[in-house]
């Protein structure tokens, strides 16, 4: 079984989003368009909620995401906020209204932010 092609409308032919990436919840802008790569990678991020409720280190329930969007650079991201440590990882929320995790860190490298398709809207 081939895996699943990545969605056209929201992947340029140089696999970098063709449409800004926005907070679902609030519409805040987190990614202007062509400044990240399309990226497939098993990921687990917990449940949408507040950022406080996302750093008190409890086992949440959650989804085992695989469709990102990797940043290679913090300095890209229009509009992020960062979980404090849980582990060696940071969950991404949106910078306004605090809802995440959109996405995922890990501390060990340097270079990589994932923020998951299906927890962000495109414009």
Known sequence: ???EAPPNELVSAEGRNRKAVLCQRCGSR???????????????LPSMRKKPALADGSSPEGDLLQD????????????VGFTKDVGNVKFLVCADCEIGPIGWHCLD???SFYVALERVSHE
Request: negative net charge; without cysteine.
């Open 1 to 3: 079984m081939e895996p």
């Open 30 to 44: 987190v990614l202007q368009p062509g400044t990240a790569l399309f990226s497939r990678r098993q990921l687990f």
């Open 68 to 79: 990102h969007w990797l940043v290679d650079d913090m300095f890209m991201f229009e509009n």
């Open 109 to 111: 490298d340097k270079n």
